[in-house]
């Protein structure tokens, strides 16, 4: 089965902002277009994945990320994580009904395209799916199959939240660069320890990056 990605990403002026104690108010930007970067680029070499489209309104993250092949949809509602993500979902099966759609993170530095292809293969037997965070709390990837809304619920406890939705938890392992979200300077820490992408790799350069 091929995948269509959702990835939201906000205005990179307001992105980021937990990573205050790593990055400075004008590096953040560039770190959070790192990331959104370097997600997609592992997204797209991905062999379960057919296409990303982007739901942005930051010019600068639209332009760089069309650059590396993401179609770019206009955030329209303008009201958060979880109407954005359904916004883009529904503007992708008004192009493709028939597609099945997975919302992604945009904040996977370390991603590995042939891990995002577990992941989605795993999805792929059930109408939806997510996988959680490495913290065990959050979601980083909400997958439903052709005929399934995408009924995303991400924010505070959207483990549990998806969870009771009725989505299936996917319970895998050896998929860590797909669980790896960076919120926090422990958690950019943690990526750079798995491996993350050369745009990443570059901007986090001299950045002092927390102990656990």
Not at 28 to 46: E, I, K, M, W
Not at 87 to 114: F, I, K, Q
């Amino acid at each position: 089965m091929q995948w269509t990605l959702v990835i939201p990403l906000k205005p990179l002026a307001r992105a980021k902002s937990r990573l205050s104690d790593t990055a400075a108010d004008e590096l953040r930007p560039g770190l959070a277009l790192a990331f959104a970067q370097d997600t997609v680029a592992a997204a797209l070499a991905s062999p379960a994945v057919a296409d990303v489209a982007v739901v942005t309104n930051d010019p600068l993250a639209a332009r760089e990320l069309t650059a590396l092949g993401a179609r770019i949809v206009p955030d329209e509602p303008r009201a958060g994580l979880n109407a954005a993500l359904a916004y883009g979902a529904g503007a992708v099966r008004a192009r493709r009904p028939e597609s099945a759609v997975a919302a992604l993170n945009a904040d996977l530095p370390a991603l590995r395209p042939l891990e995002l292809a577990r992941v989605l293969d795993a999805a792929a037997e059930f109408p939806r799916a997510f996988l959680p965070d490495a913290a065990a709390i959050g979601t980083t990837l909400l997958a439903a199959r052709e005929g399934q809304e995408l009924r995303p619920t991400f924010g505070t406890d959207s483990r549990a939240r998806h969870r009771a939705s009725g989505a299936v938890e996917l319970c895998l392992t050896g998929v860590d660069s797909v669980r790896q979200d960076v919120d926090t300077g422990e958690d950019l820490r943690m990526a750079l320890a798995l491996g993350v992408g050369p745009r990443t790799a570059a901007v986090s350069a001299g950045l002092l990056i927390p102990d656990l």
